[in-house]
């Protein structure tokens, strides 16, 4: 699965959106963008997904650029409850199998009152 | 549903002892996965099955660990015997493929303490 950058650490102001940068330079073609979260002391949380597209849900959106190269996970409107580590993804979704979720370091986000 | 279900939510132990850790994931996956967190390591797979058989188990760091799960609804990751470095937080997980291109659904965690 293709390597992933994040800054380690964010903050935004709760009420606006944050922006998380994720940086995935050498990703193939079949290879799909997940996020998560982790909130302290809880089990990681699915976000989004996608393939090259943009993608939107009620949590948030993804922003894939054009040459697949890196991507933006968008929270509209931050909260309190959005403080937590999120996870940048790259991986191979195969027909017929499964695989593990290799997460990275992750970016801290702090959202701030 | 109530969600991938992971017991005990916390345990403390002496080196040397038996740890059962156990989780339900969610009714319908067939896909469950155990991780395990620590700060100096971060979130690394042990082992995962597929329809309740092991299909990776590279992860699992030696002997002393092992996983089972004898059906559709149930799981087991043991430790013997545990060591202090064993100390971690132990997440369980489960997927369904075909929706949602394997999403996983994590548990709370097993927090885990070897004295």
């Known amino acids: 699965d293709a390597k992933t950058t994040q800054p380690p650490s964010m903050d935004c102001a709760e009420g606006r959106a944050a922006n998380l940068p994720c940086n995935h330079s050498?990703?193939?073609?079949?290879?799909?963008v997940y996020w998560y979260r982790q909130i302290h002391s809880q089990g990681p949380q699915y976000i989004i997904h996608g393939l090259k597209n943009n993608e939107t849900n009620e949590m948030a959106s993804l922003i894939i650029t054009e040459d697949r190269k890196s991507s933006t996970l968008i929270l509209p409107h931050a909260t309190l409850r959005d403080t937590a580590v999120y996870y940048c993804?790259?991986?191979?979704?195969?027909?017929?199998?499964?695989?593990?979720?290799?997460f990275g370091s992750g970016t801290q986000l702090t959202v701030l009152p | 549903d109530a969600g991938v279900i992971q017991s005990p939510r916390h345990e403390v132990t002496e080196m040397g002892q038996e740890v059962t850790l156990r989780c339900k994931p969610i009714s319908g996956h067939d896909y469950l996965f155990w991780y395990r967190q620590t700060m100096m390591r971060g979130l690394e797979l042990l082992i995962y099955?597929?329809?309740?058989?092991?299909?990776?188990d590279s992860g699992m760091p030696e002997d002393r660990f092992s996983a089972k799960m004898p059906n559709a609804s149930f799981s087991t990751l043991k430790i013997q015997p545990s060591e202090p470095r064993d100390s971690a937080v132990y997440f369980c997980a489960s997927s369904f493929w075909g929706a949602a291109q394997e999403t996983q659904y994590f548990g709370p965690g097993t927090r885990l303490l070897v004295l």
């Open positions: 099955f597929n329809n309740n058989v092991p299909i990776d």
């Open positions: 050498t990703i193939s073609g079949n290879e799909y």
């Open positions: 993804i790259v991986r191979v979704v195969s027909s017929g199998s499964a695989r593990q979720l290799t």
